[in-house]
């Protein structure tokens, strides 16, 4: 893998001097993205599926081939499967509202979810009276196994993130199906911070649905992924209604559309479809494998150099348990004063809570540093972050 | 503004309760930091006879609060509710701060402003 042919790809670092360690909030756009996009608004643009013209028509087959691309990058077993919505969060607010969960049903989630997998269980247990469980986490700061076995009896939904966007461990899914079977629940992954940087293979891992967004994979903001197992997706009702999720209107009924389009509702964001397409055939010629081993040789030099100067982090201590982002705070530092200075220094990373207030609670901090890596970051990037803070711990005699 | 100056300038901040407190303000930007304030004050006849402050958060706030009660004390309370944003910061010698950080240095002020009784 080539990080300096690749960076050469994302206009961005031509034009701007920074050291973007922001990923797990967004990433940058490389040029085949950005072109592929100027191409289908220079010569292809149309709404899909209305016209009969020959525009529509190409703008119709070019958004269902970004489907197919979506279905293969996951391993899906059809691109009916994959819906297309404006993010993870509305991804998963859509199976939250459409699957029929009753009163008293048991509804599993953890600790060290960001609040797109938090707050639409939060909402049931209000709006339904559903059964919410939330797993802790060990004293590993890894997901308690032990806490979810046991929570998980009779669960309806088992909702669970991938890897998560605070702690930045890989949960193991494996494990979590195992005890989604036993249960015979439905296993939901937040799939936001695992499916840009880990091989993804739905049928392997045998995930009911999994929910993910473009921006965070070079793609464009604003298209989000839901992929459903078939015949999971057919049972669940509609979730937005009105123009093109219908087969049939009359005065006083509708029928649904086919998959997928019984879960898209008005025009979607077609150029993010054009968008996310080109996206996924760059990760894929790089090569997911390759794009995991490399965020995690970063990972390693980030959590040794952390360790070296005693700055508190966050997660797994096991480094092939770890994914490509990595939370700490310095001792007396407040985490938005750290990345202030940072930022002075031309690094971009994130402080705050990260949309995971229960976690952060439960780890006893007012907020946390969190900086994550891509493919185009090298180690040059972390050296630098390393040095940061290196000096402002020094310049501060702390 | 000088970002490392200001951290070092924390470490002889002092935050405590004011015992003879008579007015007690409650300030918070819970959207993403979470950081929150507690302003002790003493008025009589309209005039801030003293003040202190308690909290936690980030050291801009930690910081621009210190500044405020320093700035506050013996003056008269309708001075500071008239006090602008812009004169505020530049008082305190915040007046360049990114546009990302101003919500933390205004929140002793907006505090001030939003949460006094009006008598």
Redesign the interface.
């Known amino acids: 893998m080539d990080v300096a042919k690749i960076k050469e790809d994302f206009p961005i670092f031509k034009k701007r001097k920074i050291i973007y360690l922001d990923n797990a909030a967004s990433t940058q756009k490389p040029i085949q993205v950005i072109n592929e996009i100027v191409d289908f608004y220079e010569n292809h643009y149309s709404n899909i599926h209305r016209g009969l013209h020959i525009l529509s028509q190409e703008a119709s087959e070019i958004y269902e081939e970004s489907k197919k691309i979506v279905a293969n990058f996951i391993n899906a077993y059809s691109w009916r499967e994959i819906i297309y919505v404006r993010n993870t969060t509305e991804a998963i607010n859509l199976i939250a509202n459409t699957l029929p969960l009753n009163k008293g049903d048991k509804v599993v989630t953890t600790i060290m979810e960001h609040h797109s997998n938090f707050l639409p269980w939060l909402r049931l247990k209000k709006l339904k009276k559903i059964q919410l469980e939330i797993v802790d986490i060990n004293e590993e700061q890894e997901l308690d196994m032990n806490d979810l076995e046991k929570k998980a009896k009779d669960a309806k939904v088992i909702a669970v993130t991938f890897v998560s966007n605070v702690l930045g461990n890989i949960n193991d899914l494996k494990e979590i199906r195992r005890i989604a079977d036993e249960n015979a629940s439905i296993l939901i992954v937040d799939g936001a911070q695992g499916v840009p940087h880990l091989l993804t293979n739905v049928k392997r891992m045998k995930v009911d649905f999994l929910a993910f967004s473009a921006h965070k994979m070079l793609g464009p903001s604003g298209i989000g992924i839901l992929y459903g197992k078939e015949e999971l997706l057919e049972e669940l009702d509609v979730f937005l209604v009105g123009g093109g999720m219908i087969k049939d209107v009359r005065m006083d009924e509708f029928v649904p559309a086919e998959l997928p389009w019984k879960f898209e509702a008005g025009t979607p964001f077609i150029e993010g479809a054009v968008g996310l397409k080109a996206a996924i055939e760059y990760l894929t010629t790089v090569g997911m494998e390759n794009i995991e081993k490399h965020e995690r040789e970063l990972i390693k030099l980030l959590v040794d150099g952390l360790e070296e100067q005693n700055i508190e982090y966050y997660g797994s201590r096991k480094i092939k348990k770890r994914s490509s982002l990595v939370s700490f705070n310095i001792k007396g530092i407040h985490a938005h004063d750290v990345a202030e200075y940072l930022n002075y220094k031309h690094i971009a990373v994130r402080s705050g809570l990260h949309c995971a207030h229960p976690l952060h609670r439960r780890l006893n901090i007012p907020a946390s540093v969190r900086a994550s890596v891509y493919l185009y970051n090298n180690e040059e990037d972390i050296i630098a972050l390393l040095d940061a803070l290196k000096r402002l711990i020094k310049e501060l005699n702390i | 503004m000088d970002?490392?100056k200001i951290?070092?300038a924390l470490k002889l901040i002092k935050k405590h309760k004011l015992k003879d407190a008579n007015v007690v303000l409650y300030g918070s930007n819970p959207y993403?930091?979470?950081?929150n304030i507690t302003l002790y004050l003493k008025i009589e006849n309209g005039i801030i006879k003293d003040a202190s402050f308690e909290g936690?958060?980030?050291?801009?706030l930690m910081y621009a609060t210190s500044k405020f009660i320093e700035h506050i004390k013996g003056k008269n309370v309708k001075e500071i509710l008239e006090l602008s944003d812009r004169e505020f910061l530049k008082e305190i010698d915040l007046a360049d701060i990114?546009k990302s950080?101003l919500q933390?240095a205004l929140l002793p002020l907006k505090t001030f402003k939003e949460k006094l009784p009006r008598i």
């Open positions: 970002l490392i951290l070092k993403h930091c979470g950081d936690t958060g980030c050291n801009i990114s950080r933390c």
